[in-house]
C-alpha cells in the first residue's frame, strides 16, 4: 500500500487546499494520472500520482487544508492484496462516488519540517461544501465561458456534470450572461504575488547572483520562422519563443552546471532538461511551469506543448509535475517592452535565462554595416556552483545554436 | 456578414483572450498589442480564432494590417468578398 500525499509544489508551499477528487475508491490509475485538484498559493493544481494501481481509500475529504506530505490517499499497487477488507459498504453503483466528506478525518502527521504556522485542519463540516463538478464539465465550462456558479447540476448528488453545462450552452445566451467574464476562480493573484515575493526574497537572500549578457543577430531565425510558417494554417505556427527555448534546452545538456538544483551546499544536475517557462498572467501574475524534456521536442511538438502550457497556466490548471520539476528556467519579454531583462533565480534551480525584445539595429555583416534582428539574452546564475567563465560559454552557446535554426 | 458583424466577431475573441478589457472604450485605430496588453502567443491565439470562425487565411505576412481593430476590420471584410 503507498500513500498519496500532498506534495510540495515549491519551497515555499507548506500546506494545501483539496478542491477536487478526480477518482473514488476502486478506480485504477496509471503513472501520470491526474487524481486530485489542490488549491495552493500558486492556484488550483492538477496533481499527478506516480504510483500506479487502485485506489484503496481516500483519506482527505473535499475543502480540507492540509500540510504538505499528508497522506490523501491510499494506492494498492498491482498485484498487491488487499490490506484489509475494505469497510462493508454495500457495492456501491459505480456511478454514484461516495462523497468523500463521510470519510474518516485524515490522519494527520507531524509537518515534515518545523514550520510552526503550520495552518490547522479545516473541518470539512465548517466549510460550506462547494458543488461537485465533474472534470469534464469543468474543462466545457472553462473553454466555453460558463459560470459554474449558475448552473443546477443534475449528477449524483446534486454533481455538475458535462450534460449540465452542454445544456447551458445550447440555450440562447440570456441577456444577464452578458456582463464582464470573471477569471478562473482558480487564480488568486493575491496569493500568487505572496507566493512570488517568498521565492523572490529568498533567492536574493540566499542565491549570490552573477549576471552576463550577450546579443546575437536573430535576422536568420526571422527569415527561418517566416519562410515556415507561410506554408503552416496559424494553429501550426512558431513563434520565436519556440527557438530561443529550445536552443537554451540544448545548450543546458552541454552545460550542466546550469540545469539542476542547488541543495544541501551543492549542485545536483539534472539529465533531463525541463525548462521552466516564465508566463505571465493578466492583472500581475507569474509562474514557470516546466515544459518537459524540452531538450527532446522537434519544434512543432515544442510549440504546441508550450500553447498549451500558456493556456491552461492562465485558466489557472497547472499540473504539480510542472510546477515542481523545472530545473533551469526562461523568461522572455516577447516583442514589447525593452532589449534585455536580468532575470532572478527561482530556487532550488541555479540559474535563469532571459530574453529581451528584437530590435532592428545597425550590424556588421561580412565587413559592412546593416539593418538586422538583435536579441539580448542574459544569464543570472548561482556563483555557488558555477562561475563567469562557464555562464559566458553557455549564453554563447545559446547564441552560436540561434544561427542555424535548422539544426534546433 | 457587414462590418458591424465584423467588428464584433473581433471583439468577442479579443475579449476572450482579455476579459477585463472594456471594448466600448477600445479605440479602434490604436495597436492591440499596447491598448490590451496582449504578447504573441495571445495574438497568433487571436489570429487562429478568427481563421476557424470565418475560414479566412491570414499569412503571418499580413499580419501588420490586423494589429488595429479598424485595420482587422477592413482587412476580413474584403478578404470575406474576395472569397465570396
Request: hydrophobic share 45%; aromatic share 4%.
Amino acid at each position: 500500500m503507498v500513500d498519496f500525499r500532498m506534495p510540495s509544489l515549491g519551497a515555499d508551499m507548506e500546506a494545501g487546499t483539496l478542491i477536487e477528487w478526480l477518482v473514488k475508491p476502486g478506480d485504477i490509475v496509471k503513472r501520470g494520472d491526474i487524481v486530485a485538484v489542490v488549491e495552493t498559493q500558486k492556484g488550483a493544481i492538477e496533481i499527478e500520482t506516480f504510483q500506479p494501481g487502485q485506489i484503496e481509500q481516500i483519506l482527505v475529504g473535499l475543502n480540507s487544508k492540509v500540510p504538505v506530505g499528508t497522506p490523501l490517499a491510499r494506492i494498492r499497487a498491482e498485484g498487491e492484496a488487499p490490506a484489509a477488507p475494505p469497510p462493508a459498504a454495500p457495492p456501491a453503483p459505480p456511478a454514484a462516488a461516495p462523497p468523500p466528506v463521510a470519510v474518516p478525518p485524515p490522519i494527520m502527521p507531524a509537518p515534515p519540517t518545523a514550520i510552526p504556522t503550520a495552518p490547522p485542519l479545516v473541518a470539512p463540516a465548517a466549510v460550506p461544501a462547494r458543488p461537485r463538478i465533474s472534470p469534464a464539465a469543468r474543462r466545457l465550462a472553462e473553454t466555453r465561458g460558463i459560470d459554474l456558479r449558475a448552473l443546477s447540476g443534475s449528477g449524483p448528488g446534486g454533481a455538475i456534470v458535462y450534460a449540465d453545462v452542454a445544456l447551458a450552452l445550447a440555450k440562447p445566451a440570456a441577456p444577464t450572461a452578458a456582463p464582464e467574464r470573471k477569471r478562473a476562480p482558480a487564480l488568486d493573484l493575491d496569493a500568487m504575488r505572496v507566493a512570488i515575493a517568498a521565492a523572490m526574497a529568498r533567492s536574493k537572500r540566499e542565491i549570490p547572483h552573477y549576471y552576463l549578457s550577450h546579443q546575437v543577430d536573430v535576422t536568420p531565425c526571422e527569415h527561418w520562422l517566416a519562410a515556415k510558417n507561410a506554408y503552416l494554417p496559424p494553429d501550426n505556427r512558431l513563434l520565436m519563443g519556440a527557438l530561443t527555448i529550445k536552443a537554451t534546452a540544448l545548450a543546458a545538456r552541454r552545460f550542466p552546471a546550469f540545469n539542476g538544483f542547488y541543495r544541501d551546499g551543492k549542485l545536483e544536475t539534472s539529465k533531463a532538461v525541463h525548462l521552466g517557462v516564465a508566463i505571465a498572467i493578466r492583472g500581475g501574475g507569474l509562474a514557470s511551469p516546466a515544459l518537459h524534456d524540452t531538450d527532446q521536442l522537434p519544434l512543432d511538438e515544442l510549440m504546441n506543448r508550450m500553447r498549451d502550457l500558456v493556456a491552461r497556466t492562465r485558466a489557472g490548471r497547472i499540473r504539480s509535475s510542472e510546477l515542481a520539476d523545472a530545473t533551469l528556467t526562461v523568461s522572455s519579454l516577447g516583442e514589447r517592452g525593452v532589449e534585455a531583462l536580468y532575470g532572478i533565480i527561482y530556487p532550488p534551480q541555479v540559474a535563469i535565462v532571459g530574453f529581451g525584445k528584437v530590435v532592428a539595429r545597425p550590424w556588421v555583416v561580412d565587413g559592412a554595416i546593416g539593418p538586422r534582428s538583435i536579441l539580448t539574452m542574459t544569464l543570472s546564475a548561482d556563483h555557488r556552483v558555477s562561475d563567469g567563465h562557464g555562464g559566458a560559454l553557455f549564453l554563447a552557446e545559446i547564441g552560436k545554436l540561434l544561427e542555424d535554426p535548422d539544426k534546433l | 456578414m457587414t462590418d458591424a458583424e465584423i467588428r464584433k466577431l473581433l471583439q468577442e475573441e479579443l475579449n476572450n483572450i482579455a476579459p477585463e478589457v472594456d471594448m466600448a472604450n477600445l479605440d479602434p485605430a490604436a495597436d492591440l498589442r499596447e491598448a490590451m496588453d496582449i504578447d504573441s502567443m495571445d495574438f497568433l491565439n487571436f489570429i487562429t480564432a478568427v481563421h476557424h470562425r470565418l475560414g479566412i487565411d491570414i499569412p503571418e505576412i499580413d499580419y501588420p494590417k490586423l494589429i488595429t481593430l479598424d485595420g482587422a476590420t477592413k482587412y476580413l471584410a474584403t478578404a470575406l468578398a474576395k472569397k465570396g
